[in-house]
């Protein structure tokens, strides 16, 4: 089983054009970004100081508000920022690779706004996500997987990607990351400015990849529909994870309830 851990002691926003390069420090000598900040685990037996991804287990999710820190933790992840600490995935450290390198391990990033080539068509788009892989045969079958999910973008491949609605692009949007055959599949912020009944399909979507054995770590502000998939949640304030559980534990939590569930 493939595991990726993450121990990260701060982020910095300038981009990880090195791999080597230090974290710099600021004048009153603490590094720049968040002071902690760990991504969460789904399986048992993770130290409290370590974050731990088990893939082909059910969706772990993260609830956080706004500036918490979330994307910029996603951006260390994928390495496109740099990061102090340790960031290990399928046994390779992450701190010493290129956001390529990443990618071509199998961590997938969906982008929070979906980041599209908004004049390119959707199968264009959906070609981009496997652009690093060379089986031809493969690529056709993850083709017709993604048409399978997504019904609407094989009778509209043709069409160009920024005419489509923000369901539509955020439906070509994971298609794309799929084609790139995911281990871990990273969702940011999947429900923004999306109607209620897309945000159901998309989750829908969800449970049927995390059958299919792949990994999927949801950054989510729609509570409700993230734990009625998730198996594990995680809150983030400031770049810390403050509480963890399972999305029962968490949803029937009377501090999770009124923060986030306008329970009281």
Do not use: W
Request: a positive charge; hydrophobic letters at 40%; aromatic letters at 6%.
């Amino acid at each position: 089983m493939t595991t990726f851990e993450a121990r990260i002691f701060s982020v910095t926003d300038r981009p990880a054009t090195d791999p080597h390069a230090p974290v710099q420090e600021s004048a009153s000598g603490a590094r720049n970004g968040y002071p902690s900040a760990l991504l969460p685990y789904t399986g048992h037996g993770a130290r409290p100081d370590t974050s731990r991804v088990r893939c082909g287990t059910n969706p772990t999710r993260g609830r956080h508000s706004n500036g918490a820190g979330k994307t910029t933790l996603l951006r260390a992840v994928s390495r496109l920022i740099n990061a102090s600490g340790t960031l290990r995935f399928a046994g390779r450290d992450l701190g010493r690779l290129t956001p390529e390198e990443v990618f071509s391990l199998g961590l997938v990033q969906v982008p929070e706004g979906r980041q599209l080539f908004d004049r390119m068509s959707i199968e264009d788009n959906l070609r981009m996500g496997a652009y690093r892989r060379t089986d031809a045969g493969a690529i056709r079958e993850s083709f017709e997987r993604v048409y399978q999910m997504f019904p609407v973008l094989k009778e509209r491949r043709r069409q160009i990607a920024g005419s489509m609605s923000g369901g539509e692009q955020q439906m070509c949007a994971i298609g794309r990351a799929l084609m790139a055959a995911p281990k871990l599949l990273v969702v940011d912020e999947m429900s923004l400015g999306l109607a209620p009944v897309v945000v159901d399909q998309l989750l829908e979507v969800l449970a049927e990849i995390r059958k299919a054995g792949i990994t999927v770590l949801l950054v989510e502000q729609d509570v409700f529909a993230a734990f009625s998939i998730a198996d594990r949640g995680y809150v983030m304030e400031t770049g810390r994870i403050v509480r963890e559980g399972t999305a029962s534990e968490l949803s029937e939590n009377v501090d999770v309830q009124r923060a986030y569930l306008g329970v009281h």
